[in-house]
């Protein structure tokens, strides 16, 4: 088993530029989630989904587009990206609910110029 | 608004020594709380968890954490630090009822030979 994938695991953008951050996962998990993180901020959640089909805003969600077609994959959509958008994001996942163990992908470190 | 609140940003501690790290939150339902470890370069990994029950949990690694309701804390302990626990370590609340996870800043462990 993979577990949570996530790549690029590099990458830099030029401002209002757009691509996709991907996030996959081989363990059957209901709950995804992705999160930046940012120095001295801890984890920020972006958006999150309960299962396929359904997907909800986290805490910072403005820029970021996300959709879950499938259990296994969760793409997080950089619109038009912005230097503010610069991080390292973390993809998630988990049984069933946010308050089981989360499983967290390795990141992807973007820079936005 | 919710918070979770690590005091500590940056610890040092001797090899052999104690730990601990402390963590308050704001929140009046009963919580589910965690400590997440992050090594360098790396995603994050389940130490522990407290939901209900003996309010001394054990994690892995030789990790505890007690959970004092009157004091809103979630501390972290170690009786005896291992060079490799030098990393960031992140408390974090959940809700079952909001379906999101709210991070703690961070406390980064610096362990000295």
């Known amino acids: 088993n993979a577990g949570v994938t996530q790549t690029p695991k590099f990458q830099v953008l030029k401002t209002g530029q757009s691509m996709t951050l991907q996030c996959a996962q081989d363990?059957?998990?209901?709950?995804m989630s992705w999160y930046r993180q940012d120095p001295g901020m801890g984890l920020r959640l972006i958006h999150y989904s309960v299962g396929a089909g359904i997907t909800d805003q986290g805490e910072v969600p403005n820029g970021y587009n996300v959709s879950r077609s499938t259990t296994e994959d969760f793409p997080l959509r950089l619109l038009s990206a912005a230097p503010s958008q610069t991080s390292v994001y973390f993809c998630?996942?988990?049984?069933?609910?946010?308050?089981?163990?989360?499983?967290f992908g390795p990141g992807t470190r973007l820079t936005v110029l | 608004a919710q918070s979770v609140t690590q005091p500590d940003i940056h610890i040092t501690v001797s090899e052999g020594a104690s730990l601990e790290l402390r963590c308050n939150y704001s929140?009046?339902?009963?919580?589910?709380l965690f400590w997440y470890v992050q090594s360098p370069g790396q995603g994050l990994q389940l130490l522990l968890k407290y939901f209900s029950g003996d309010t001394l949990v054990q994690g892995i690694k030789g990790f505890e954490a007690e959970f004092k309701r009157s004091q809103s804390s979630f501390n972290l302990r170690k009786p005896s630090v291992h060079w490799s626990d030098a990393a960031e370590y992140f408390c974090?609340?959940?809700?079952?009822?909001?379906?999101?996870?709210?991070f703690g800043q961070g406390t980064t462990l610096q362990v000295k030979p």
């Open positions: 363990m059957n998990h209901e709950y």
């Open positions: 929140y009046g339902a009963t919580p589910y």
């Open positions: 974090v609340y959940g809700s079952s009822n909001t379906g999101k996870l709210i």
């Open positions: 998630a996942t988990s049984q069933r609910e946010s308050t089981d163990t989360q499983y």
